[in-house]
């Protein structure tokens, strides 16, 4: 039973690569046919064809009984491997299958090479984001990296104590290497992490990081020199190598030998490359030799023309408040009265308009309007100005309400 809800732990994220980790599972399974599977998945993974009839995959497996390569199909189509189209009998490696199968093929090894621990990691890292896994799917794989570097600091404090000069000397140079690879993957995983850069959680752990590269990469370096000084002054104490000895053996020995001996410590020169003064001054000569041109003069100015503006136009709505206001000041009167007058397109806008005046100033509106509209249902004869009939809306005047503003 969980303590704390399911979003609040790893469970989510774990789900949805459940899909593809079962492919894994159906592709490996139990028994001995496993090799066979894995093996059978990679051959079809570099066939030029995408559709596959099982001709053509008995044909790719020739080292392989029929028989056993159609049992193989049908095991791999089980596993979502396959994918089989019954219209045209052929078979189709799934997208997964694909990135199940490059992967099959990056893990042929015999083990995990701790000294390429985090470049492994820093590789799932752009896997995740290849695959648009969530971004805590990667910063997940940071922490773990920076766990590696604690444990080679640990490790090399503990060989300290116990004075184990061969066992320090390599614990040291692969302290080193993750050092470097731990800076690669933070400049090659910027963009991702910029992501968390207000996650002051995120904040803490890549403080962290840089507090273990500059420790660990310090105490590697300090192990190293001290194990390098300290085998320089046994082998002067018990050899008894002079100066003379040492330029006799350089040279008597090849380029490559003395590369060799000093290929792990020694750090090349700084140098700056002697400059091709011909090309230099060439360069220069081109630069002089250039046409400088003046740019075009402005143009003159000139006076832009200012047309007026144009008069405010009364607003339809408003007008006809003030002109159904004036009506009702006489007394009742029907709204077909006003509005059936004029024109067939005049009488539809002031319809138009007392409804706009209606709904802006009436009782939707802000209810600003001296005007009562009593809707009835009788219908009103017109049969006039092509009005049929019209609805019976009388209109008077509120009682004891003061005159509207104009303005």
Request: aromatic content about 6%; glycine content about 6%; some cysteine.
């Amino acid at each position: 039973m969980l303590t704390v809800p399911e979003r609040f732990t790893p469970l989510p994220l774990v789900e949805q690569a459940l899909p593809i980790v079962a492919m894994f599972a159906g592709l490996v399974g139990h028994g001995r046919l496993a090799r066979y599977r894995v093996a059978m998945l990679r051959e079809l993974a570099v066939l030029p064809r995408a559709r596959l009839p099982i001709r053509a995959i008995h044909d790719s497996v020739p080292w392989m009984e029929q028989s056993s390569v159609t049992r193989l199909v049908r095991d791999l189509r089980g596993a979502g491997l396959l994918a089989y189209d019954s219209r045209g009998e052929w078979y189709q490696l799934t997208r997964e299958a694909r990135v199940v199968a490059a992967v099959c093929g990056a893990l042929t090894t015999s083990g995990v090479d701790y000294t390429r621990i985090i470049k492994i990691l820093a590789a799932t890292m752009r896997l995740a984001d290849a695959m648009n896994a969530p971004a805590q799917v990667a910063y997940a794989t940071f922490l773990s990296a920076i766990a590696v570097l604690e444990f080679d600091h640990d490790e090399l404090r503990r060989l300290l104590d116990d004075y184990s000069d061969e066992s320090l000397l390599e614990a040291a140079r692969m302290a080193e290497t993750h050092v470097e690879d731990m800076r690669s993957l933070l400049d090659e995983q910027a963009d991702m992490f910029a992501r968390f850069h207000g996650d002051a959680q995120f904040l803490d752990h890549d403080q962290r990081a840089h507090h273990m590269i500059a420790s660990l990469g310090r105490l590697a370096a300090e192990v190293i020199s001290s194990l390098s000084m300290r085998a320089g002054m046994r082998m002067r104490g018990t050899l008894r190598v002079t100066r003379e000895d040492l330029r006799d053996m350089t040279a008597r020995s090849d380029a490559e030998a003395l590369a060799a001996l000093v290929s792990d410590s020694a750090q090349a020169p700084v140098f700056v490359p002697a400059p091709d003064t011909v090309a230099a001054f060439t360069a220069l000569d081109e630069y002089l030799s250039r046409e400088r041109r003046r740019p075009p003069p402005p143009p003159e100015p000139t006076d832009l023309p200012l047309d007026a503006a144009d008069a405010p136009q009364a607003d339809p709505a408003d007008s006809v408040a003030r002109a159904l206001e004036e009506l009702v000041a006489a007394g009742d009167i029907g709204l077909h009265e006003w509005v059936v007058c004029g024109t067939w397109e005049g009488a539809v806008g002031r319809m138009i308009d007392a409804v706009e005046a209606w709904s802006r100033y009436g009782p939707p509106g802000d209810n600003s309007m001296l005007v009562e509209f009593d809707t009835r249902r009788d219908l009103c004869d017109i049969g006039e100005r092509g009005v049929g009939w019209f609805s019976l809306t009388v209109l008077r005047k509120p009682a004891g309400q003061p005159p509207r503003d104009a303005g």
